[in-house]
């Protein structure tokens, strides 16, 4: 054959997502590149975008030398990554240099950016593992290196950077850029020697081991914690972990309506609430901030509930378009009574309402109804929402407890539109919610547990060795330390004009590549 192999920018229908590499010649079928072996090109994330088609007609130079590097060293290990490094710093010079004398020649202009994309990339993490999966890929670097050596035919854009983190002063972290504005503002409803206990309130759907953006959620809820007692040591606080076990475990569709059944009655996060329970037991740990875990039973019999469901309820027709703007139905639930069903109508399309009764719908056994006593706390025990619906209904719960003041922590994908049209425009007085930051994939978005768990999402992570921040259980695994998430969200809180501002996967996994993980940040 002697036509080089071409890299096709594989996309899913209908979009411009990357999904794959694979190679036209030289490989089998088996042997697609995919994530598994796109060991040079796996630098296209994040530093590296390539356009609809790469040729690589000319890959030796970079092969011979990554060859060269991974041989065993004096003591009968594989070299080093401080000598790797070295090997590196030189030959980019080498590089600049060789670009400096012939700036018009196209093989040397890609030789350059090569040994840069490859630097970058071997910086990142480990120099000795990455070039231990670039070898475990020899196949696909020979097959490339075996053709004519002819001027390469490269289309890509290479975004350098120089590994400086700036935080820029603006909107919320100019006016609580210092510790002491940002806890004066938090606690601006708290009086002094009040009585009454300070609750830190976090919640979660416990549907898989929790993923880093989770992780850094309850470690700014301890952060927060922990910052507040020692600006207020007479305060009495705990962290509260509302677990939604009324979440979503499994669905079905019947004549165009989707039903579900809830992690209640299916049970799956029994699976998952000793990792919940390990994170929250070191953060308590480090703290010093105790915690206590609340289901959703225990929430729906608090004395305020029937009071609060039975408001919603008689407003229903002008919440509803409100609070659910797609659907303008309000999404109450309750799972059919009868065993071993369980189903609930998710977006409460069939439910009617008639004063403080309640008539939902079972696909299988028909209506069953729910009548809110005001009296009775127990009247709501059965009832399941959507999240807009508990979060106003948990937001007038804590507004209303006579004996504790609560601040809310929760994710920024719920900050901006969403809170104050959804919560904040109907409350009747201030309720504090404390933001923790984003973390985002490569391209900007929310790192989504829901595609991971569902779809698959984030493969690449796995070929990148960054999955551990997917689930606390492969963190545990892979020996990734808590602790340092922990320390840095500290620092955030310390600093809590760090808290005005995502962080994508890509820093935080370079926190765990130190011993110090506020080196160079």
Not at 50 to 66: D, E, G, K, P, W
Not at 229 to 246: F, M
Not at 359 to 382: A, E, K, L
Request: aromatic share 10%; proline share 6%; net charge neutral.
């Amino acid at each position: 054959m002697n036509a080089c192999p071409t890299l096709h920018w594989v996309t899913c229908p209908n979009t411009s997502r990357l999904r794959h590499w694979k190679c036209s010649e030289g490989l089998n079928e088996g042997d697609s590149i995919g994530w598994r072996v796109s060991s040079l090109l796996r630098v296209s994330l994040p530093f590296l975008s390539l356009h609809s088609y790469v040729r690589l007609q000319r890959a030796s130079h970079l092969t011979m030398f990554i060859q060269s590097l991974f041989k065993p060293g004096g003591d009968g290990g594989q070299t080093s990554d401080r000598v790797i490094l070295d090997h590196i710093d030189a030959r980019e010079s080498q590089a600049d240099e060789l670009a400096t004398n012939n700036p018009t020649a196209r093989e040397v202009a890609t030789i350059t950016s090569s040994w840069k994309f490859l630097s970058h990339y071997l910086r990142l993490c480990s120099p000795s593992r990455a070039l231990f999966r670039i070898m475990r890929s020899s196949k696909v670097l020979e097959a490339f290196a075996s053709r004519p050596s002819r001027a390469a035919a490269v289309q890509y854009e290479i975004a350098h950077h120089d590994g400086v983190v700036h935080d820029p002063l603006g909107g919320g972290s100019y006016a609580f850029e210092t510790s002491p504005a940002f806890l004066d503002t938090v606690l601006r409803d708290v009086p002094i020697r009040t009585p009454k206990e300070l609750i830190i309130n976090i919640g979660a759907q416990p549907n898989n081991s929790p993923h880093v953006g989770t992780l850094v959620t309850f470690a700014l809820a301890f952060g927060l914690a922990r910052a507040i007692i020692k600006s207020r040591p007479e305060l009495d606080i705990r962290v509260l972990l509302d677990i939604v076990d009324t979440a979503p475990s499994v669905q079905e569709v019947h004549n165009g309506i989707t039903y579900q059944r809830s992690q209640r009655s299916t049970n799956e996060m029994a699976a998952y609430m000793d990792d919940y329970m390990f994170v929250l037991d070191q953060f308590k740990r480090w703290s010093g901030i105790p915690y206590t875990i609340r289901r959703q039973d225990s929430f729906n019999t608090r004395p305020q509930m029937p009071i609060i469901i039975d408001d919603i309820v008689r407003q229903h027709e002008v919440l509803a378009p409100m609070l659910v703007p797609r659907t303008r139905v309000l999404a109450l639930r309750r799972a059919c009574p009868v065993e071993g069903c369980g189903l609930a109508d998710k977006h409460g399309k069939r439910n009617s309402y008639e004063g403080n009764v309640i008539t939902f719908q079972c696909p299988h056994h028909g209506p069953h109804t729910v009548t809110i006593d005001v009296n009775d706390p127990r009247s709501c025990v059965t009832l399941e929402y959507n999240t807009p619906l508990r979060n106003l209904i948990r937001a007038r719960a804590c507004l209303a407890d006579p004996d504790a003041h609560y601040i809310r922590v929760t994710g920024s994908d719920y900050a901006g539109l969403y809170q104050e049209q959804l919560l904040h425009r109907h409350l009747d007085e201030p309720y504090v919610v404390v933001y923790s930051p984003l973390i985002t994939d490569w391209s900007g978005a929310k790192l989504s547990k829901s595609l991971y768990v569902k779809d698959g999402a984030y493969g690449y992570l796995e070929e990148l060795g960054m999955d551990y921040l997917l689930s606390f259980a492969k963190m545990k695994e892979q020996g990734k330390e808590l602790r340092v998430i922990y320390d840095e969200v500290q620092r955030w809180v310390d600093e809590p004009f760090r808290l005005f501002r995502p962080y994508s996967i890509y820093y935080m996994h370079t926190l765990f590549q130190t011993s110090d993980c506020r080196a160079g940040l």
